[in-house]
C-alpha cells in the first residue's frame, strides 16, 4: 500500500522512449489498432505500465503523480487493474477500446480532465481527430447536443495541443 | 407529421430481404466493417433507411411500430436525423461506431431497451461476441460495476436470443 | 414524526370529491393553469394537501401509502415539504410546473414510476396530451433519443390508462 | 457537409435587428408566449435560423462560431434538426418550451454553458426571472438541492448580465 | 482468464458456515463494525473471497454465477479487484463502507439489482434496517426524491424478504 | 418568504463560537459521532439552525449568502428541510451521514461545489481525513475512476485549505 513510487513513474516516461513503445501508429483511417502483443509472462504491473504508456504517456503520469500524496493506491489499481487487467486484454483491438472510452466520458458529461486523457489516449494509438470528432457527433443522438457539444470543445482543446485539425 | 408510412415500415423488412442488406458480415475480428457507401446522390431519407435496416433489420422496425401511434414524429427523426444525417456518414467504419454506442449506453444505465437494439445492431454489423463483451468490461472501468455488470445481463439476453456464445 | 395517517389519506381522495378540487381543467391548449391560490393562511400540511390533491388524486395516495410502512417521514415531506413549501408556491402556473417536472424526469431517464404519477398530474390541471409528447420530444435534443422515446412509452401506458389520444 | 457559412452566421444576427424578431416579448407573466406561425411553406434551414434567432440571438451565435472549426456539421444539426424540425413545432408555446428545457439541464448538471445559453432564450421568449427561479427551485424535490443550487448559480450569472433581478 | 470456477463459488457458501464468518454481528446501533482483520500475509483472492462472504453470503454468489457463463473474467475482478482490493482495506469499518454505498447507488438510481445486494450486505454487517432507511431518507435532499423513493422500495422487498422490519 | 435574514446568517457563526458547537471532535477513528441531541422541543428552524452549524460553520453560511439575493427561499429550506428535518433526525449518527452524503456526492460527479461543503463538514463531526480518501477510493468501484479521481480532486483541496494529510 505505498502506492507507485516517484521513480516508477519517471519510469513511464523512460519507458516512453522505448522503440517499441513510442513507435507512431501506422494504420490507415480504417485499419484496426494491432491488440497489445501476448500478456502471459508478465505480470499484471508490467502489462499496466507497459498499457498506460504506450496510451497516454505523459498524460498519464502527470494524474498519477497528483494522486500521489493523497491516494496513492489508487494509482496502484489504475496501472494494475484499469491498465493490466482490463486496457491490456487482447480481444479488441485498442482504437475501438478508445473510441469506446471517448464515447462513455462524452455520453456522461462528468468526467472532462479523464476525457481528455483519453483523447490525446485515442490519438496515441492511431484514431484519427475526424473519427474521434465522429464519436463525440454520434453521441448527439444518444445522450443529446450538451453532452456531443461539450465533447467536442474538449477535443478542440486536445487538437490545439497537437497542432492537429480536424 | 404524419410520421413514417406502415408502408415504409413493411419496406424496411422488404429490403431486409434484400441480398446486400441480409448477406452476413464477414469481417475477421479486427477487420473494420466497411463504412456506408457515398451518399451524396441519395436523400436523407433513403440513406436513414438503409442504414436503419443495415443495423437493426426487425428490431428497429418494431421500436418505430411501438412509436407509430403516440409520437410519429420521433419516427421519422430517427430515419432522417439519427441514422440519415448521423449514422450514415463516412468517416468512421460501422463496427467503431457500434462499440462507442453500446460504451455509452451501458455507461449511462438508463436505456436498457435501446442498448439492446444496439447490441443486436452491433452483431449485424460484424462485431464479435467477446469484443461486445469486452466494451462492457472496459466500462467497469469508466462507469463502475453496476454499469458494466447490467450492461452484460442485456448482452446475455441478445446473445441467447441468437444462440451465440462469447 | 408518525407520518401521515391513514385517515389523512383516505381524506386525500375525499377532498377529491370536493367542487373546487375536481372540477375539470377549462384553459384551452394555450391557456395557462390557475396559479394555485393565496396561501398565507394555510398551514404547510393543509397546502400540502390541497396541492398533492390538486395534482396526482388516487395516484399520489397509492405512493404514499406503499412508503407508509417502512419510511413514513417520507410520506409528510412530500405532503409539508414538495407540495405545501414548494409546489404550492405562488409565481408559476401549474401547467409550466408539469412541464417543468415531466422535463427533467425524462431527461434524467432513472424515475420512471415517478414520472407516470407526474404525467397523470400534469393531465390533471390542463397539459393536453399532445403538449406532454412535445416536451418529451424536445428532451431528444437535449438527453438524447433513448430518454425521449422510454418517456413517451411512460406516457404512452398513462393515456391508455385515460383513454386518451394524443 | 461544409457547415453553416459564416455568411449564414453573420445573417443570424442581421435578422436579430427584423422588427418581427426583435420585438420585445409582451406576454404578461402567465399568459403563454406564441407558438412559432405556421411553418408549412418554409425550409428546415428557414424555420431553424428564424428559432434560433428568436430565441437566442447572440448567444446563440457564438456557439455555433465556436463548433465551426473542428465540427460544421453539429452547427447544421443544431439550426436543421433542433431548432427547424423539434424547437419550431407547433403545438407547445415557446415559454414551456424554455421551462422544460431550463428544468431538464439544471436537473442533468452537466450542461451549464447549454443551461446558460437557454435562460438568455427563456429571457427572450418572455419566461420572467422569478418564474425561471421557479423552475430551479422546483428542481430540489426532483433532482436535489446541489443540481438547484447549481442551475440557481447560472441564472443569477444570467440575470447578472441583463441587470435583471428576481 | 478462466474465470472463478463454480468449485470456487461453492466454496463461498461454504466459508459462509465457518465460525468466524458466519457469527452474527454484536454491534449496537451505534457501534462501528470491526474493520477487516489484518491482511498482510493473504492473497489478493484470498482477501476478496473473505470479504464478498463476510457482505453478501449467497446473494453474492448468485451474481457471479450469473455472469459465469458470459464474462467470467469481470467475476475475477469483483473478487479480487473490488472486495480483496478495495473493500477489505483497512482504514475504514464496514458498517460506514455500507452506508457509503448504499448511498452512493440510491442516488445513482441506475443500480437497483446492485443495491438490493448491498442493502442484504449492510444488513450482514450490522447495519440496523432504520439506518439503511435514514442513509435512503437523505438521499432525497442530494439527489432529490424519486432517487429516495425508488431506494426505499429496494430496501422494503429487501426487508420483507429477511422478515424485517425498519 | 423573506428567506433567512442576514442577521440569521450571523447567527450562524456567532453560534460557531459557543462552546458546545465549535469543541473539537473527540471521536476515535472508529468511534461513531453522536447522534444530534433529542430534538422534540426544539423548532425545525433551531433544529436546522444548529445541525447546519454543528456540520458547516462558516462554509455553509457562504453558501446561504450566495442565495440570499436570488432565490432566499432555498436558504429557508436548506436550514429548515435539510438540516431541521432530514439531517438533525436521531436514528443516525452524524459521521455515517456524512460518509453517504460524501458518497453520493462523488458517485453523482455533479457537484463539486455541494462536495466540498461536505467534506469540511465530514472533517467537522469527527471523519478522519483518510476514511474520506476510503470513501472515495470506494467509490472507484460502483461509479468508476474518473468519479473517484474527480472526489479525490476536491478531497485535496479541503485538506490543503485545513493543512490536513491523509
Same mark, same amino acid.
Given at each position: 500500500m505505498t502506492g507507485i513510487s516517484m521513480a516508477g513513474l519517471a519510469g513511464l516516461s523512460a519507458r516512453g522512449d522505448a522503440p517499441g513503445a513510442s513507435s507512431p501508429p501506422t494504420q490507415t483511417t480504417q485499419g484496426a489498432a494491432p491488440i497489445m502483443p501476448p500478456a502471459s509472462s508478465s505480470t499484471r504491473r508490467e502489462r499496466g505500465l507497459a498499457a498506460l504508456n504506450r496510451l497516454t504517456g505523459a498524460t498519464g503520469e502527470a494524474v498519477l503523480e497528483s494522486l500521489q500524496e493523497i491516494a496513492p493506491d489508487i494509482g496502484d489499481w489504475i496501472i /494494475? &487493474? !484499469?491498465?493490466? /487487467?482490463? &486496457? !491490456?486484454?487482447?480481444?479488441? /483491438?485498442l482504437r475501438s477500446r478508445q473510441f469506446a472510452t471517448i464515447a462513455a466520458l462524452t455520453a456522461m458529461g462528468t468526467a472532462a480532465p479523464q476525457l481528455k486523457v483519453h483523447i490525446h489516449g485515442g490519438l496515441n494509438v492511431g484514431c484519427q481527430p475526424q473519427e474521434i470528432i465522429e464519436v463525440m457527433l454520434q453521441m448527439a443522438v444518444y445522450a443529446g447536443f450538451p453532452a456531443a457539444i461539450n465533447g467536442i470543445m474538449v477535443a478542440k482543446e486536445v487538437f490545439e495541443e497537437r497542432d492537429l485539425t480536424p
Open positions: /494494475d &487493474f !484499469a491498465y493490466g /487487467d482490463v &486496457f !491490456a486484454r487482447p480481444g479488441l /483491438d
